[in-house]
């Protein structure tokens, strides 16, 4: 079984940064792509950053240029970098690791509030 607890949220001015991490307990090997989403109050969950098993990232068009997705195999952690932050960018952000051949092998973490406010 693999869980995944996410930190790094909380409060910020826009215009700042911050670095979400996702810590993975159980085995999250290299066939496991990596995603973080995100959901606002009154809107649908989305896919913010994915990081395939081949090193591809996919970013969605409103974060690109300003987010950035990586993963430390060692420490069992992907995280997020988030620059110039804006705030329609507030929302609960959730990590995500889903086996590339294995369908009920898909986890997410419990979500942690990214909130940017002045």
């Known amino acids: 079984q693999v869980q995944l607890v996410e930190s790094g949220g909380g409060l910020v001015q826009p215009g700042g940064s911050l670095r979400l991490s996702c810590a993975a307990s159980g085995v999250i090997g290299s066939s496991f792509t990596m995603g973080w989403y995100r959901q606002a109050p009154g809107k649908q969950r989305e896919l913010v950053a994915a990081l395939t098993t081949n090193g591809i990232t996919n970013y969605a068009d409103s974060v690109k240029d300003r987010f950035t997705i990586s993963r430390d195999n060692a420490k069992n952690t992907v995280y997020l970098r988030m620059n110039s932050l804006k705030p329609e960018d507030t929302a609960v952000y959730y990590c995500?690791?889903?086996?590339?051949?294995?369908?009920?092998?898909?986890?997410w973490g419990q979500g942690i509030l990214v909130t940017v406010s002045s």
């Open positions: 995500r690791a889903s086996h590339t051949r294995v369908a009920y092998m898909d986890y």
